[in-house]
């Protein structure tokens, strides 16, 4: 529900925008100044007419009519030539400033960790950075310019139309007064209607990119017809919402016309009564028509631009919410290098919950002393704790107690670019981006050469299938690796952290998309990867962590057990049962 400040009738955010504008103030001055003489321009053509009107015609000269009308002819070149500068000057920083602020959200939500994702969907983000944008674009590079102009024009205006009659002048003057209270009004309305249209459209988006990503299981379950009816009931409430604003904003449009107008008409009325009684010259009611239409044409002008104004700003106050948010995880105000040697990784009485289950731990009083160069591996149960060790690890999350240590330094201690850059991961769910192979392999190491490429491909058991592919290492992958199999997806995601060649090296279910010719390759691979490195292995494969130096056993966020997989035969009973659901071992450890 907006609140009382969200819903005034004011453009306030839009001062947020002032760091993107005042990079740019030379190209805003030269804009001002082209509107400033366009808009003088503009003015003085009515001016121009009377003269015409009562030194040219009235005096059957036609030395003066000529000499009038070539004026004319050089205001309106003027007139043109300022209004075209106004337009690119303008519309350049319009495109300018909408592309520096995509950038700044987008660097910004780049910088965010894990945690803001858990509560924010990647649809709305894009919404925002797209829909959004956009209106701010349309305020900047047309809006703003147009409001300026008109502003100028009715002031302006209003000057001249006083100093042509003052009487008929102030009838204008009372009207534009009645005008400006239904702008108020109803601006109020469109700015909270405009920010409700502009959260459903982000709905729709967020819902709409959710099932894209998930179109294969959408269609094995039949569902298609029912995300169709719910994206189709978001893009109706859109609509809806929409309607209600557009109904608003015509609204006030017509009240400002009628009121204008009817004003013009009476006005010019009483103005013929006058030109009449030889009370003003013809030529002075054609400079005060002039006048009233110009500015009445200024007015309802306005009141548009206020309706954008307000959009805008709803735009600028999401966009704002962006940038204004924080990610938990922070560098340190001085960093402290990682030391190339030292006593490995160590979690010192780690506790940590997920933001978004605050009451469940992931980790309780969890500590682990891993060697330099020891291949440990971590087995147990879903929701064991597992995947978060990692995820702490890479400072995705901070704990909210203890500390996790790297050659004796703390990881809050370091820099994020460090730390990560020391660290190679291999993730169950392979992410391909829709780049070619070779993008893909190098992405951590976009300096490595192809030579480089093929020897870690070799390595992760993927150059036989990628020498089969169209255009080899330059085959165009398409979005998230869509044209490969999802063991092929997971050699390329192996393949990327064996070329970075890491200290530390993560594997969550690293194999697990593999059949067993290519698993037993990749793990060889991997094995001869692992060597002279600190290596943490996820598994629920227990066959592929049989020669891990060492294998901890977790269970609720501790460790219940620890040693090599024959002794944890004997020694864990959860590991024996883990052992006897896959290889059937457990008769064997009772026997032992």
Do not use: C
Not at 383 to 405: C, E, M, N, V
Not at 429 to 444: A, C, H, M, P, T
Not at 537 to 563: P, Y
């Amino acid at each position: 529900m907006p609140t009382a400040a969200a819903s005034a009738p004011r453009v306030g955010p839009l001062f947020a925008l002032a760091p993107f504008l005042r990079p740019y103030a030379g190209r805003w001055a030269l804009a001002f100044l082209a509107l400033v003489t366009s808009a003088g321009a503009t003015l003085a053509l009515p001016m121009a007419f009377r003269y015409l009107i009562d030194r040219g015609f009235a005096s059957g000269d036609r030395t003066h009519i000529d000499r009038y009308f070539i004026a004319l002819f050089v205001v309106s070149l003027i007139l043109a030539g300022a209004t075209a500068l106004r337009f690119y000057w303008v519309s350049w920083l319009g495109e300018r400033v909408t592309a520096d602020l995509r950038r700044a959200v987008y660097d910004h939500i780049m910088g965010m960790s894990p945690q803001f994702f858990e509560t924010t969907q990647t649809g709305e983000v894009l919404s925002r950075l797209t829909t959004d944008t956009t209106l701010i674009q349309t305020v900047v590079g047309t809006s703003l310019s147009l409001g300026l102009r008109n502003a100028l024009l009715t002031a302006g205006g209003i000057a001249m139309l006083v100093m042509t009659s003052p009487v008929l002048s102030g009838y204008i003057i009372a009207v534009l007064i009645v005008v400006v209270v239904p702008i108020v009004f109803f601006g109020r309305r469109v700015r909270r209607l405009s920010r409700a249209s502009q959260d459903k459209v982000a709905n729709a988006s967020a819902l709409a990119g959710e099932v894209l990503n998930a179109m294969p299981t959408v269609q094995s379950y039949t569902q298609e017809a029912f995300e169709a009816q719910r994206f189709g009931t978001a893009v109706d409430a859109a609509f809806d919402t929409a309607l209600t604003r557009i109904r608003a904003r015509a609204g006030l449009t017509a009240v400002v016309i009628v009121f204008v107008f009817a004003a013009i008409v009476f006005v010019l009325w009483l103005g013929a009564q006058a030109v009449l009684a030889r009370q003003m010259t013809a030529g002075q009611l054609s400079q005060f028509i002039l006048y009233a239409v110009f500015t009445a044409g200024a007015v309802g002008t306005l009141a548009e631009v206020w309706g954008d104004l307000q959009r805008a700003a709803g735009a600028t106050d999401r966009l704002m919410q962006l940038l204004a948010a924080r990610s938990p995880v922070t560098e340190a105000q001085k960093t402290v290098p990682m030391p190339a040697t030292g006593e490995g990784i160590r979690f010192d009485n780690v506790g940590f919950s997920y933001p978004s289950r605050p009451g469940v731990a992931a980790l309780s009083a969890f500590s682990l002393d891993v060697r330099p160069g020891e291949h440990v591996a971590l087995v147990g149960p879903s929701g064991a704790g597992k995947t978060t060790l990692f995820q702490l690890l890479l400072r995705f999350y901070d704990p909210q107690s203890g500390s996790i240590l790297i050659n004796g330094v703390p990881t809050r201690q370091m820099s994020l670019a460090t730390l990560r850059h020391a660290i190679g991961v291999v993730l169950q769910d392979s992410v391909i981006f829709s780049g070619s192979v070779l993008d893909n392999i190098r992405y951590g190491m976009p300096e490595a050469t192809l030579a480089q490429v093929r020897r870690a491909a070799d390595m992760a058991a993927a150059a036989g299938f990628i020498e089969q592919l169209p255009q080899g290492y330059d085959t165009f992958l398409g979005e998230r690796g869509v044209r490969l199999s999802g063991g092929q997806r997971q050699r390329l995601a192996i393949a990327r952290a064996i070329l970075r060649n890491p200290p530390v090296l993560l594997l969550d279910e690293a194999t697990s998309a593999l059949d067993a010719a290519s698993e037993r390759l990749v793990q060889t691979a991997l094995d001869n990867a692992a060597q002279n490195r600190t290596t943490l292995v996820i598994a629920h494969r227990l066959a592929t962590v049989q020669q891990a130096d060492r294998i901890v056993v977790m269970e609720q966020g501790r460790i219940v057990a620890q040693g090599r997989h024959a002794d944890l035969l004997r020694s864990s009973p959860l590991y024996a049962q883990l052992a006897a659901l896959q290889f059937g071992e457990l008769a064997g450890s009772d026997a032992a």
